[in-house]
């Protein structure tokens, strides 16, 4: 069993988040999503074993220097219409991830629901067609039949996540017999993804849903609409106090957010008994509306804001946005996201700049997200090894560490400034950041970090090593003075002990067409891909790639497991895509 980075439970100081030791916390890692929606199904369909594509991302999330998952769970996958939790496939694989993460040192922030649709429904329907009706599937989950917002102030649906919370609090993992709270690595919770507030916009008459238009189809329509503006009503009716439309409103929501806060943070204190950060989203970039500031400022039931960020160039639909200048975009975002101090700390629950190959932009966010302090960070979303060719599922947010490798390789050089720079500000020029160790340059797409230990860049360098003996990790693409390679993939060097290392060798990658595939003519690009239809979008070649090690004068090469021995002609070795033993011959540098 690895050991966790830091001790948990975590507490909140000073606006900071600690360990149970004291340790200021940094966390860096991604959204997960192999138990759910498009992730599990599209592995489902290719016959692959979900166990087996957890195990395999794992390790790779170890190369990555990943230690947070954040997850937000599919409650209509797991629920029944009256919101009883369905023990079913998708539940065994969360069960799998969360031991696997526990054993593995990971540290995990979960959200009991998404409120999102699943492709579970679009897929179900196509295979049964006139014969489809509810109770054909394994699940049917109760928020199938709400509006985002009406699951903070309708009984019903009030009701039915109390049973679900109920339920998935007593659950025992199929595979350790634990319930949650008896983890110590899950050290996060959110009520739900992305909660959404009742707005002005409810009391008017819906309108009408268009390709361009489709997010007005998840706030409350037809009979919940209705329903909504008669509470509305009933509520002025006893509240003659209030003047005007808007003031009245303002009260009558901050009412139905407060009851909705209490209760459900009450449940989750109840459960975890204080030992997760209680983290609550405001808004997407973390902004409070006007006439709830005062409320949140004040609510005792959380310690901890959940807020994201998104630098897209042209939204989130599937135009590539490769050109963009995601420089510019991250300082025109975060100049917003520095005005809004706040009593509590941070946690990037998301961020991505979708529709791009390029990996300097997470960069980019992480130097920004050290700056102003926040502590934890996942990106949205890892795609599976499982199916990462086909990037199936969110279209627009493409990362694997061997199907996107300038991406892969700024993110674990991003990892390294995020944990490193805490506080600290740097050089902003038009197309260049930079400061002590690291360079984010938009020109050719290049990430570089570089301390005493380690050595991360994501395209060719020519930046001398700090300490070359003190060296215990390189990572990165192309030529260094360290390692180079005549591939386009990832390589990692892992010091082992004096003399040993670890050498992990992707390969070669290229990109078959759009990743994204195009423009969707839709307000967002989230569709199902059945990998059995569609072609794959990214392909790795088999092919023995030319590896120099300038950081040794001699070394040797053994394959792992087997322990056959490759040797080097004039330095150069010929490996083919896998994992290598080196031993350095001691005291013979260059």
Known sequence: MQQLPFTPPFHVEDNRIYDAEGRYVTLWGVNYYTPFNHNFYNIRELGKDHGRAIDEDLEHFRLMGVDFLRMHMYEREITDPEGNLVENANL?????????????????????????????????????YAFWNIGSQEAFGFTNFYSIDALLWHPGAIACQERYLAALFAHKNAFSGKTLREYPNLIAWELMNEMQYPDLSLLEEEPPLTAFNMAAGFRSRG????????????????????????????AFRCGIVESYLRKFWGLTDAYFQGNVLNSQFMSYSGAVPEDLKELFAAAPYFNAQSLGTYLNANGFDSVNTDLADHLALAEKWFDRFGEQPGRRPRIAYEFDASCTQNGYPLAAIAAMYAKYGVQMAAYFTYTPAAVAAWNPGWLVHYLNIAHTPSRAAAFIAAGKLFRARQGKDFTREANTWHDGGFVIRRDGDFVLWRDRTSYCHSADCVEPAIDREALTLICGRGASPLVSCDGNGVYLLEKKEEGEWMFTLFPAQRYLTEPARGRAFLSMANRYVNCLRELPVSQLSERVLTVRFPLFKKVRCFSKPAGGEFAAEDGVFRLPPGTYFLNETKDERS
């Not at 969360?98 to 922030?109: D, N, P, Y």
């Not at 009979?223 to 409103?249: I, M, V």
């Open 92 to 128: 065994q694989v969360f069960d799998y991830l969360v031991e696997q993460c526990a054993k593995r040192g990971i540290f995990l922030m979960l959200s009991p629901m998404s409120y999102w649709n699943t492709v579970q429904n679009q897929i179900a329907q196509e295979q049964q």
């Open 223 to 250: 009979p919940l609409r209705r329903t909504f503006q008669e509470k509305f009503r009933t509520f002025r009716a006893e509240h003659p106090e209030y003047d005007g439309e808007g003031s009245a409103f303002s």
